[in-house]
């Protein structure tokens, strides 16, 4: 019975585990550039009663074994870089990637993190920083004379001067891949940083060497589904109370046992 106790009791951990990547789901789908997360389980020791194959006492074999699960743990959490839908907003720095990349950012330690979310602004220099004043690396500076800004899908940015003046190349924009983007390590404010997971960072042109194009006017919005994440939640509701009901049983037949006379 304390087997039974203990194998339900860490079906309750993962099952909160799962609930806790769902709410933070839930709670990022307005999150421009969020990338959704899934829990991955596995099973735990197994405790081996008798081996498959082992021999009985009539000489033959036992086709299968006796063996005890002890439960389950979370192996993983995994973020889908799938593309969210395009939002259309019409101001010339909001961009979206239509495809595979991030744009790089300069922190403020100095080091450089990665995000999907192309909600850029102009700071009090001109330079093109996002939403926590970090400027986009290479940097690039908007002039205070420039009447508008253009920016092309291979990321070429330019600015116009005049009514009829012709546009000036201010700029170029670059992406940055990585072999395997579901190492990435989170960071938050939509960050992310490499790992020895993720692999070397691999910078480039827009629309070059499998980088996706850069689109002005647009952002990325969360490519989490309400309907998915409502469906897995009543999913993983159902089996955390499923669990609790094996401890409640387990603790029944326990006390059943101790009342024996």
Same mark, same amino acid.
């Given at each position: 019975?304390?087997?039974?106790?203990?194998?339900?009791?860490?079906?309750?951990?993962?099952?909160?585990?799962?609930?806790?990547?769902?709410?933070?789901?839930?709670?990022?789908?307005?999150?421009?550039?969020?990338?959704?997360?899934?829990?991955?389980?596995?099973?735990?020791?197994?405790?081996?009663?008798?081996?498959?194959?082992?021999?009985?006492?009539?000489?033959?074999?036992?086709?299968?074994?006796?063996?005890?699960?002890?439960?389950?743990?979370?192996?993983?959490?995994?973020?889908?870089?799938?593309?969210?839908?395009?939002?259309?907003?019409?101001?010339?720095?909001?961009?979206?990637?239509?495809?595979?990349?991030?744009?790089?950012?300069?922190?403020?330690?100095?080091? /450089? !993190?990665?995000?999907?979310?192309?909600? $850029?602004?102009?700071? %009090?220099?001109?330079?093109?920083?996002? =939403? @926590?004043?970090?400027?986009?690396?290479?940097?690039?500076?908007?002039?205070?004379?420039?009447?508008?800004?253009?920016?092309?899908?291979?990321?070429?940015?330019?600015?116009?001067?005049?009514?009829?003046?012709?546009?000036?190349? /201010? !700029?170029?924009?670059?992406?940055?891949? $990585?072999?395997?983007? %579901?190492?990435?390590?989170?960071?938050? =404010? @939509?960050?992310?940083?490499?790992?020895?997971?993720?692999?070397?960072?691999?910078?480039?042109?827009?629309?070059?060497?499998?980088?996706?194009?850069?689109?002005?006017?647009?952002?990325?919005?969360?490519?989490?589904?309400?309907?998915?994440?409502?469906?897995?939640?009543?999913?993983?509701?159902?089996?955390?109370?499923?669990?609790?009901?094996?401890?409640?049983?387990?603790?029944?037949?326990?006390?059943?046992?101790?009342?024996?006379?």
């Amino acid at each position: 019975m304390i087997k039974a106790l203990n194998t339900a009791a860490t079906g309750m951990q993962a099952q909160q585990t799962q609930m806790e990547v769902i709410s933070n789901n839930m709670a990022n789908i307005g999150t421009t550039g969020f990338k959704k997360s899934r829990a991955e389980f596995e099973d735990l020791l197994y405790q081996t009663i008798k081996e498959p194959g082992a021999p009985n006492s009539e000489g033959t074999q036992h086709p299968v074994g006796v063996q005890t699960g002890l439960g389950v743990k979370t192996a993983a959490t995994q973020k889908s870089f799938e593309m969210g839908a395009a939002k259309i907003t019409r101001n010339p720095l909001d961009l979206a990637i239509e495809g595979n990349g991030f744009f790089p950012i300069q922190m403020t330690n100095g080091e /450089i !993190g990665y995000t999907r979310d192309g909600t $850029f602004h102009k700071d %009090a220099t001109g330079r093109i920083v996002d =939403k @926590n004043g970090n400027p986009l690396v290479p940097e690039i500076v908007v002039p205070p004379n420039a009447s508008g800004v253009s920016i092309e899908d291979n990321g070429v940015v330019s600015i116009t001067t005049a009514l009829n003046a012709a546009p000036q190349q /201010i !700029g170029q924009i670059q992406l940055v891949n $990585f072999v395997n983007p %579901a190492g990435l390590k989170s960071i938050g =404010k @939509n960050l992310f940083i490499p790992s020895t997971s993720s692999g070397a960072p691999l910078q480039g042109v827009p629309g070059e060497n499998n980088l996706g194009s850069v689109s002005q006017g647009q952002l990325e919005a969360s490519n989490v589904n309400m309907v998915e994440e409502m469906t897995n939640l009543i999913s993983t509701q159902r089996s955390y109370e499923s669990s609790s009901k094996v401890i409640q049983a387990a603790d029944q037949m326990l006390q059943n046992a101790n009342n024996l006379r």
